[in-house]
């Protein structure tokens, strides 16, 4: 199998987390992260908890025993993508589930069904290697009859296919399928080689892994694509596979890099840049707030390693695709970062008594993801000059900063004065304000802070005493 056993079960504890267990692993992780000190494999993980939260609220096909032994192989190499885009070297993962209907219901139903009992048998007798066995072979003559199918389709056939996969990019679905499947023996054999995760692509490592490569491969090229998507799915910053560019090369130069067999390392960086730039507009058109401010920094690195380790030419496609790259992500947090003074001014905006319910409070989940937006807004600022969103970030970030300066203190009146019946209300807004003002101001700030409204709770009991 090509992938990593000490991953797979890393992938399947994550899984089984509670979701709120997941949520805390998420804040730490993505915390230390952002602040330079993640320990390995952070990365990975926040990848795969960002895809066990989302699988939590979307249906994701569950597979029985015999879909998940024919797919093991695909597993380095499925991407969490809609099947419409492009995945060079990769398959979506929703993809699956209607190839293996096709293959089942079409292309090979009474095969399938004499697999299912074989592998059904082999399961029953707790004896996986023969489940595997049963596997193996059903993959071989999987990919032997797609061969034969693909040698002579037509028009027709196409369309056919088409309608059976439901999607309009059918064929470019079977075609990786195909190569993983044939590729399978070599690519297991390099994936036992290669390093678990590799934190930092660089020096002896980067020697040392492409001599494996070029090792591995021979004469096979076939193998070539697909061993460079199994290797950047180990690197803990997937766009440093360019680096096996640079190495090959020499140079940073293109015309250099173009006479190497690793110019393709640019696509597959760029399209993996692309997907997550799709990844965190849907998180953010979602309102999951899934670690997007780690998913941010990925994308910000990325974009800063194409442009630094590799001289683009400006009339050359890759810099076309990385202005639009830019463009698309400007465009996308520029919106999101226009949102968060409104945001918090709704929340902490003192409010006459009038307009507050008896005994009524700030809904949490509201302030939980008015605090999650302001520490993205913090993190674009961050990465502001790289993304093209300076001016933006700067003044919703002046905005934020005046609306807590003033309206803090505003807030602190009303608390004093506040009759019982909306005490609860004044003080709930107090606290959120004390969360924002944490993370803009520091917590020293929000320490003292939280002391005046304790104070000013203190004063208000006093006056309702008297």
Request: charged share 25%; aromatic share 6%.
């Amino acid at each position: 199998m090509a992938g990593n056993p000490a991953v797979d079960k890393l992938r399947a504890f994550l899984r089984e987390l509670k979701p709120g267990a997941r949520a805390l692993l998420i804040a730490e992780l993505e915390r230390a992260l952002l602040q330079g000190a993640s320990p390995p494999g952070a990365e990975l993980v926040l990848a795969e908890l960002r895809r066990a939260l989302r699988d939590g609220r979307t249906f994701v096909a569950r597979f029985d025993d015999n879909a998940r032994l024919f797919f093991q192989p695909l597993e380095p190499f499925l991407v969490d993508d809609i099947p419409e885009h492009s995945h060079r070297g990769r398959l979506a993962r929703t993809s699956l589930e209607p190839l293996w209907l096709w293959i089942n219901n079409t292309l090979m139903p009474d095969d399938a069904r004499v697999y299912a009992e074989r592998v059904d048998q082999a399961m029953l007798a707790g004896d996986s290697d023969r489940a595997e066995h049963a596997a193996r072979d059903f993959q071989d003559r999987v990919l032997l009859k797609i061969q034969e199918m693909l040698a002579g389709a037509g028009n027709k056939d196409r369309g056919r296919l088409s309608v059976s996969l439901g999607s309009s990019r059918a064929f470019e679905d079977v075609e990786p399928l195909c190569g993983i499947l044939r590729a399978r023996d070599g690519l297991a054999m390099l994936g036992t080689q290669l390093p678990g995760h590799i934190n930092v692509f660089a020096g002896p490592t980067l020697d040392t892994v492409k001599a494996q490569l070029e090792a591995a491969l021979g004469d096979e090229a076939d193998l070539f694509l697909y061993a460079l998507v199994l290797l950047m799915s180990r690197l803990a910053s997937p766009w440093q596979l360019i680096r096996l560019a640079t190495k090959a090369a020499e140079s940073d130069d293109i015309r250099r890099i173009a006479q190497t067999s690793y110019l393709v390392t640019i696509d597959v960086v760029l399209e993996d840049i692309d997907r997550r730039v799709h990844e965190l507009a849907g998180d953010l058109k979602s309102g999951r707030a899934i670690a997007v401010s780690a998913l941010l920094k990925e994308i910000h690195d990325a974009l800063r390693g194409l442009r630094t380790e590799i001289d683009l030419p400006q009339d050359s496609s890759w810099s076309r695709q990385l202005a639009v790259l830019h463009a698309d992500i400007a465009r996308l947090l520029s919106a999101e970062i226009e949102l968060m003074p409104g945001r918090v001014r709704r929340l902490v905006r003192p409010r006459p008594s009038k307009d507050i319910s008896p005994n009524s409070v700030l809904d949490p989940q509201e302030v939980d993801e008015t605090e999650a937006l302001i520490v993205f807004v913090l993190t674009c600022r961050k990465y502001a000059s790289e993304l093209a969103i300076n001016e933006v970030t700067q003044r919703s970030f002046n905005e934020l900063q005046y609306l807590l300066d003033t309206g803090t203190r505003a807030l602190l009146d009303a608390l004093r004065a506040a009759v019982p019946t909306e005490r609860a209300f004044r003080q709930s807004q107090v606290e959120a304000a004390v969360r924002f003002c944490a993370r803009v101001f520091g917590k020293e700030y929000a320490a003292l802070l939280t002391k005046a409204a304790e104070v000013a709770s203190h004063a208000e009991r006093y006056v309702a005493s008297g």
